[in-house]
């Protein structure tokens, strides 16, 4: 059992923050968090966290890709890196270097994705002793870095969300960081996603010259 961490910080959980990351890191995570939710929910009062991601549910249809986009300012996220410490960066994230390998040329890119970090797979191993979903995600985050399809946690939050304690702090850092993640994966390279759109497009062209002709 985790003891409760201190008031000092402004957390309240029955997860231990300090058995996980250090004062400063934690001072960074709280940023990064008052960050995320004064971008999308327009107030970093943490008693709201939970009505502003409740109220966003009618959204969460492609809710990354159109509402998280539309909310967050990539510029003002570039400005958040530079404002926490390498050291809560590198121990969340590092950036990778990937090939886009249907368009010609193939086209490389730097992406971001989790950091691998032992720690930090065991904090949200312990978040996942009170909620399934999240033990199942620091499995596959141990596995394969993180998941193909981003929308698995919104619907999570739909279906099970008597799961989802969005009071507390450490549940509320974890979304920050997720959501902050898909947010960068999205506005990095611009680029990518147009290629991506050009070849959803010319697979749609292939499709239609093969379907057969109705009579």
Not at 2 to 19: E, I, P, R, W, Y
Request: glycine share 4%.
């Amino acid at each position: 059992m985790f003891l409760t961490f201190g008031t000092c910080l402004g957390q309240n959980s029955q997860v231990d923050l300090k058995a996980y990351f250090s004062e400063s890191e934690i001072t960074d995570l709280n940023m990064i968090t008052d960050f995320f939710q004064s971008e999308f929910c327009g107030t970093t009062d943490r008693a709201k966290f939970g009505n502003c991601i409740n109220s966003s549910f009618p959204k969460l249809n492609d809710w990354e890709y159109k509402h998280l986009r539309k909310k967050i300012s990539w510029r003002k996220q570039k400005r958040l890196y530079s404002k926490i410490s390498d050291s809560t960066f590198n121990k969340i994230w590092w950036i990778s270097k990937a090939t886009f390998l249907v368009s010609k040329p193939e086209h490389e890119h730097e992406i971001i994705v989790f950091s691998y970090n032992e720690i930090v797979i065991d904090w949200i191993r312990a978040l996942g002793k009170s909620n399934k979903f999240l033990e199942y995600y620091a499995e596959k985050l141990k596995a394969v870095g993180g998941f193909t399809n981003i929308n698995h946690i919104s619907i999570s939050l739909i279906e099970n969300s008597e799961e989802w304690n969005l009071k507390d702090r450490n549940v509320q850092i974890f979304l920050a960081i997720h959501y902050l993640t898909q947010n960068d994966m999205l506005k990095r390279d611009r680029k990518v996603g147009r290629l991506e759109k050009r070849h959803i497009r010319e697979l749609n062209r292939k499709a239609k010259k093969t379907e057969p002709n109705k009579t």
